[in-house]
């Protein structure tokens, strides 16, 4: 399974940007999006970034993959509106 997983350019080049993120320090290739300052938070997937995303975005992403580990851990009482703040309620369907 691949999972985009947020990170943020510490200092970039034409081609590659050292990172850091939830598993701390990487290079990431730049080539789909571009050179970007650093501070910038993109989107990571196998060493790649795919999109530049807002800080917000990135702290509900790394907010959902913390939800998502303590679900896979087996947690008793994941709180899954603190985990994944942006979830919408799906209205029952009445037969």
Known sequence: MCIGVPVQIIESDDLMALCRG????ERVNMMLIGMQPAGTWVLNFLGSARE???DEDAMNINKA???LSAI?????SVDIDA???NLKSVPEVSK
């Open 83 to 85: 985990y994944f703040p």
């Open 72 to 76: 896979m851990r087996g947690d008793a």
């Open 52 to 54: 530049v995303i807002s």
């Open 65 to 67: 993959l913390d939800g």
């Open 22 to 25: 939830r598993n701390g320090n």
